[in-house]
């Protein structure tokens, strides 16, 4: 799978540039989180942490965190009583217009952990499982930005995108390029009516990063209706149309 590929070549090269150096324990745990993924092996049968964020806002280079949460799937079942969920104190104020989104006032992050307190303890979470996300490339910047600042390279889990596989398994294949050009209209909304998902406190990050993991569920089951339902087929249906 190229994602795959390009992913492990990329951690080949930074095990070879940390060679010799004293990495911290996390960060030496986090290089190999692809050491033991095979694209054979049964998509069920694996570890995904499916998180999301709320922030401040949607500027990648000037807003920041506010909220992280994260849920664990295990072959296949959503683990209910091992949760991660943490406010982030951002550093800076809380626009109104945030505000009104995710319901998260200043008063309520005045005591908050920091944001490398937070995400260093969420890659302690994560360990080596695969990182699941609902237009993952967002939430995912503002973990590689800790990753970088602290590890000096980005977060090596295997990270997936829940958005496109909906879209490979939700529009049947004469379809897909209409679905590719509706995808403006696939957010997590969507995808959560189609598989007749109610959303419990949208817009918090535990409710978002349960309902992608309930979606995600559904994904799983609907490609083992449609196939043998391994890796390999999973990181297809990722790249969407």
């Given at each position: 799978?190229?994602?795959?590929?390009?992913?492990?070549?990329?951690?080949?090269?930074?095990?070879?540039?940390?060679?010799?150096?004293?990495?911290?324990?996390?960060?030496?745990?986090n290089l190999k989180a692809l050491d033991?993924?095979?694209?054979?092996?049964?998509?069920?049968?694996?570890?995904?942490?499916?998180?999301?964020?709320?922030?401040?806002?949607?500027?990648?280079?000037?807003?920041?965190?506010?909220?992280?949460?994260?849920?664990r799937v295990v072959d296949g079942r959503?683990?209910?009583?091992?949760?991660?969920?943490?406010?982030?104190?951002?550093?800076?104020?809380?626009?109104?217009?945030?505000?009104?989104?995710?319901?998260?006032?200043?008063?309520?992050?005045?005591?908050?952990?920091?944001?490398?307190?937070?995400?260093?303890?969420?890659?302690?979470?994560?360990?080596?499982?695969?990182?699941?996300?609902?237009?993952?490339?967002?939430?995912?910047?503002?973990?590689?930005?800790?990753?970088?600042?602290?590890?000096?390279?980005?977060?090596?889990?295997?990270?997936?995108?829940?958005?496109?596989?909906?879209?490979?398994?939700?529009?049947?294949?004469?379809?897909?390029?209409?679905a590719g050009r509706v995808r403006g209209?696939?957010?997590?909304?969507?995808?959560?009516?189609?598989?007749?998902?109610?959303?419990?406190?949208?817009?918090?990050?535990?409710?978002?990063?349960?309902?992608?993991?309930?979606?995600?569920?559904?994904?799983?089951?609907?490609?083992?209706?449609?196939?043998?339902?391994?890796?390999?087929?999973?990181?297809?249906?990722?790249?969407?149309?």
């Amino acid at each position: 799978m190229p994602q795959l590929f390009i992913a492990r070549c990329q951690n080949r090269l930074i095990k070879l540039r940390s060679r010799g150096k004293k990495l911290h324990p996390l960060a030496s745990a986090n290089l190999k989180a692809l050491d033991h993924i095979n694209v054979r092996q049964n998509a069920r049968s694996l570890r995904y942490v499916v998180f999301d964020l709320e922030t401040t806002g949607l500027n990648l280079q000037h807003d920041r965190v506010v909220s992280v949460a994260a849920y664990r799937v295990v072959d296949g079942r959503i683990a209910l009583g091992d949760v991660f969920s943490s406010l982030v104190s951002p550093d800076r104020d809380i626009p109104s217009a945030a505000v009104k989104i995710h319901g998260i006032i200043p008063s309520m992050v005045d005591n908050a952990p920091s944001f490398t307190e937070v995400f260093e303890k969420f890659i302690a979470y994560l360990g080596t499982d695969i990182l699941v996300g609902y237009h993952v490339g967002f939430d995912l910047h503002f973990l590689n930005v800790y990753m970088r600042k602290t590890h000096g390279f980005p977060v090596q889990n295997l990270v997936l995108d829940a958005q496109p596989m909906c879209r490979s398994v939700c529009f049947p294949a004469h379809l897909r390029s209409y679905a590719g050009r509706v995808r403006g209209h696939q957010d997590l909304d969507s995808a959560a009516k189609h598989f007749g998902i109610e959303i419990q406190e949208r817009h918090t990050a535990l409710g978002d990063a349960l309902a992608t993991a309930m979606i995600f569920q559904r994904i799983l089951t609907a490609m083992e209706k449609n196939g043998p339902g391994r890796l390999k087929n999973l990181l297809a249906a990722g790249r969407g149309v």
